[in-house]
């Protein structure tokens, strides 16, 4: 069926609008009470609605002149539009008026190196109402998470959807830029399609979006607010089918949904199995590490630390520095501090090639490798070679607990001269790591295990830690390597040595 | 043995959470320290109680109201052994009733008193001693409540009874003299009242059924009136003495005089307390309040991840549906679903006659909340179905939004409220207002159409048949 939609009567003296824009296109899918197009009077500029779902046909052009009465679209009611990309019905009768102005929302140029990001997750839907500087998308470079601000108040139209990859300045979503916030804001409809032309007179009252006994524990099972959901029942009441039809407006990232998984109930003796989009930046660290592997002369060189007198100087000194500095003494500043000094003496390890150059550094800059929610990340500890115990413990603090916000900058991430990583945490007894390009070298610290040592010719249990250096043979020989990891020992067993720099 | 649940005590929330584990596909079993399952419901509680009071009911309607319903009889008289014997009769097919279904389920049923060694391990010592032990991944602990009773009251369950002896008396009592004005002692002051004993009710606060809305207590201090019941109300138990044939009960009034109450029979009837003694709680380090009982958060796990607790072991009414609601709740939530309980929606019932049932809030409630209601009432009087039936005590009360007219509580006291409260409940699951319900109809003649007519009251003051 075919609906011809009139130039509605505006005024009572106002007998001929003008067409002054076409928001959408001859053959468009258009929605229920979506806004089409924009007239002008010679009082007022207004828009016009689409009065029923389906497909738009253009009967008057812009600019053209039209009486009141006068047809000026059909839409063709038979033709059905995808559900997915359905904006929701708008439900109140006034609306503030768009500017008729669209704003286009770019991707922002993020780093130097980033040239593409994944739409990590959509945090409003489309046709919601968004406001200047609300964050509506979050998006994944290979090396950090960001957040997108609306760039304008008013209806936001998504243009790249969810898990899609897209380059640097291409469009992410349009906004319809609007004046003031609607009086009541959009809510997505997941529900019935075909229910939208008898719902839309709905007014709401107490009970609007009251959800049903069994409504309610699908919802709660679906992760979806009932505030989201339309009701079809009596006054808006969301009925069990409504909650079963129901889908979630914005799935958040991977982080709850894998949570979902893990309380669904497990049916013994399943064998399901489950695909995954690669994150980009799981994409980016498995090409570099394939690289790195195969562009390098990666060897590793090992060395076990007696870890006694470090516990005994903590056990001795961590309240006083805890009080003194309001930060715990951990082992991380320890090694930090063994590492710059012992970089600073072998510089190869510190080192890294450029074409046919070799490029030494007189500072050190330790990356840590941390464990993100959305993978592995490397912050760098800059200058650690002149900064304090207390220091490095409060950057170590503050970087860990950026990356598990996902808050990391890329500043954050860029550099580094040399990597730690520590798999002890997990409980890994010896690595091997690799390198984290272009850098030369990485250490591996491992957990702390008591083992039987010779001391003076007797057996004593003492805590032990195995040390691995991984490093690049092309720019750092056998000498330099292990003489470097011996110096971190020496260093780490007697801290006296990393006061007086001998 | 090993399992994914173990409920221990099998009474209706214990027994329902096992079944909705099993049907849930869990592995379950099931500790029963008696040797009939169904607990204090089945056994000591609601069943046998209403197995009395509809007895009880038919000969107080025989003596009372058969002659103007052109019956009469000559020599009617109690056969109270008959009477006692057809309720154990009820209890022992309900209690067989759920062994079935336990076997239906493939539900393990463990007979003895379950006491936890560690959180996944439980002790079960049976009447004779012996000892057995099961390792459970999940424990739903269901044991329920005990009588309450005062420091200063020594039960002799002769005289000095319980609910649990007021079950199985081998005589009417002459004067029975009930400590406590709450549903029990009503409910079973009523059973002795309608055969011919004086009752008596010792009441600290000042109205019967104090939980409950003013307007119910009222009416049914009215009502109860007219079986023969004494109201001692204001008044506080300082002592309870007994012969072996008679029990003396004082208590003092708000003006400090001490009255003095003589009686054969005193049920001590103050409500009831959480169970849970021998369940080794302290093993494991599960918190209880200062009331004993079992501390749960809102997903009803206990101070110990994997060990929940329902019903009258925990915070909250003490009612077999609500312990049943619970039971559900757990078995669902450890299957990772997500169910709902609306405790603001669990009906409470009183098996007097009239008997009384409310859903919501109470008229007291809504004037602390400072809620703007509007109120609509109709009484059993104005009721046809009523005036055939001859039970015209009692009126429904319906109390609404003031500006949405949702319905926010109904307070029924009248024939059949027990179940005429189930309309209220699913309304206000729906949010239902009170001319949601005025404008459905209502098959006539009911007993239903009194709530229909108290809406419309509600709603516009517009009844019809007042």
């Known amino acids: 069926m075919s609906l011809e939609i009139k130039v509605p009567t505006v005024g009572e003296s106002i007998t001929e609008v003008t067409i002054a824009q076409w928001f959408k296109k001859e053959g468009d899918a258009v929605d229920l009470d979506e806004i089409i197009c924009e007239l002008e009077s010679d009082k007022a500029t207004f828009e016009l609605n689409a009065e029923a779902a389906g497909v738009l046909h253009i009967k008057a052009q812009e600019g053209d002149t039209l009486e009141i009465g006068a047809t000026i679209c059909e839409i063709d009611t038979d033709q059905a539009i995808s559900n997915t990309e359905k904006p929701t019905p708008m439900t109140e009768s006034k609306k503030p008026s768009t500017t008729g102005e669209i704003k286009e929302m770019i991707v922002p140029t993020v780093g130097e190196s980033i040239t593409e990001v994944t739409i990590s997750s959509w945090l409003k839907a489309d046709g919601d109402f968004v406001e200047l500087d609300e964050i509506i998308a979050e998006i994944d470079s290979d090396k950090a998470t960001f957040e997108l601000p609306a760039e304008a108040n008013g209806i936001l139209r998504i243009v790249a959807q969810e898990d899609e990859t897209i380059e640097i300045g291409a469009s992410i979503c349009k906004i319809e830029v609007m004046e003031v916030a609607p009086s009541a804001p959009e809510t997505p409809a997941p529900a019935v399609a075909e229910a939208t032309n008898t719902i839309a007179a709905v007014e709401s009252t107490y009970a609007t979006g009251h959800a049903s006994p069994a409504a309610a524990k699908i919802l709660a099972e679906k992760g979806i607010d009932p505030s989201q959901v339309k009701g079809s029942g009596v006054d808006g009441r969301i009925s069990k089918e409504d909650a079963e039809k129901a889908q979630k407006a914005a799935p958040k990232a991977a982080a709850p949904s894998k949570q979902e998984a893990t309380t669904a109930p497990i049916i013994p003796g399943s064998r399901n199995d489950r695909r995954e989009k690669m994150s980009s930046l799981r994409k980016t660290v498995a090409k570099r590490l394939v690289s790195v592997k195969n562009e390098t002369a990666m060897l590793t060189t090992f060395n076990e630390v007696n870890m006694k007198p470090i516990m005994d100087l903590r056990k001795k000194y961590k309240e006083k520095f805890k009080e003194k500095y309001e930060v715990g003494l951990g082992f991380m500043s320890f090694f930090t501090k063994a590492v710059s000094m012992a970089a600073q003496e072998w510089p190869s390890v510190n080192a890294r090639i450029d074409g046919n150059e070799i490029v030494y550094n007189d500072f050190v800059d330790v990356s840590i490798a941390v464990s993100a929610p959305k993978g592995l990340v490397v912050p760098v500890i800059r200058n650690a070679e002149s900064m304090t115990f207390e220091q490095v413990e409060r950057e170590v603090v503050r970087l860990a607990t950026k990356a598990r916000n996902n808050k990391l900058t890329i500043e954050e991430m860029t550099g580094g001269t040399f990597t730690l990583t520590n798999g002890g945490i997990f409980g890994s007894m010896l690595s091997t790591p690799i390198i984290n390009a272009p850098q030369s070298a990485i250490l591996g610290m491992h957990n702390i295990v008591e083992r039987p040592m010779a001391v003076n010719g007797e057996v004593q249990i003492l805590p032990i830690m195995y040390l691995a250096l991984s490093y690049d043979h092309r720019i750092v020989d056998g000498r330099e390597s292990v003489s470097f990891l011996v110096r971190v020992k020496e260093l780490l067993e007697d801290p006296t040595r990393l006061l007086l720099g001998i | ?466």
């Open chain 2, 1 to 466: 043995m090993k399992y994914d649940v173990t409920v221990i005590g099998s009474g209706p929330g214990g027994y329902v959470a096992a079944i909705r584990c099993a049907q849930l596909g869990l592995k379950t079993a099931i500790i029963e320290k008696y040797s009939t399952l169904g607990g204090t419901c089945l056994n000591v509680g609601c069943i046998p109680s209403k197995a009395l009071l509809d007895s009880s009911h038919h000969y107080h309607d025989a003596e009372s109201t058969f002659k103007e319903h052109g019956i009469e009889l000559d020599n009617l008289k109690v056969n109270l052994k008959q009477m006692i014997d057809r309720k154990a009769g009820v209890v022992a097919d309900n209690v067989a009733g759920i062994s079935f279904l336990m076997k239906k389920n493939k539900i393990d049923v463990l007979h003895g008193i379950g006491s936890f060694i560690d959180k996944n391990n439980i002790k079960i010592t049976d009447s004779e001693g012996k000892e057995t032990q099961v390792e459970s991944d999940k424990v739903i602990i269901a044991t329920g409540s005990k009588p309450a009773s005062l420091p200063f009251i020594k039960i002799d369950k002769k005289r000095v009874i319980t609910s649990t002896e007021a079950l199985e008396l081998k005589e009417i009592p002459k004067h029975m003299i009930v400590i406590g004005g709450g549903v029990i002692g009503m409910e079973l002051g009523s059973v002795y009242a309608r055969l011919g004993a004086e009752v008596s009710v010792v009441e600290y606060m000042d109205s019967l059924i104090p939980t409950m809305d003013g307007t119910m207590g009222k009416e049914l201090k009215k009502s109860l009136k007219k079986l023969g019941f004494n109201y001692y109300l204001g008044h506080k138990v300082t002592g309870v003495s007994s012969t072996a044939k008679t029990v003396t009960v004082k208590a003092e009034n708000k003006k400090g005089e001490l009255v003095e109450i003589k009686g054969d029979y005193c049920l001590v009837s103050i409500g009831r307390k959480p169970f849970t003694d021998g369940l080794g709680l302290e093993n494991i380090g599960v918190k209880t309040d200062e009331r004993g009982r079992i501390e749960v958060n809102e997903k009803l796990e206990t101070s110990i991840q994997g060990i929940y607790g329902i019903g009258d072991v925990i915070k909250g009414a003490m009612l077999a549906h609500k312990a049943e609601e619970e039971g559900m709740f757990i078995a669902e939530s450890i299957m990772g679903q997500k169910p709902h309980i609306n405790y603001n929606l669990i009906p409470g019932v009183v098996y007097t006659w009239p008997e009384v049932a409310a859903v919501g809030f109470t008229e007291e409630q809504l004037k602390e909340q400072g809620r703007a209601y509007k109120k609509g009432a109709f009484p059993f009087k104005a009721s046809g179905r009523a005036r055939a039936s001859m039970d015209m005590d009692g009126q429904v009360k319906v109390l609404a939004d003031q500006d949405t007219d949702e319905i926010l509580g109904v307070h029924i006291i009248g024939p059949r409220a027990a179940d005429m409260i189930a309309e209220a409940v699913v309304a206000m699951e729906y949010r239902a207002s009170a001319e949601d319900i005025a404008r459905m109809s209502h098959a006539h003649p009911t007993y239903t159409e009194a709530l229909k007519e108290a809406c419309l009251a509600a709603t516009d003051n517009r009844s019809i048949h007042v």
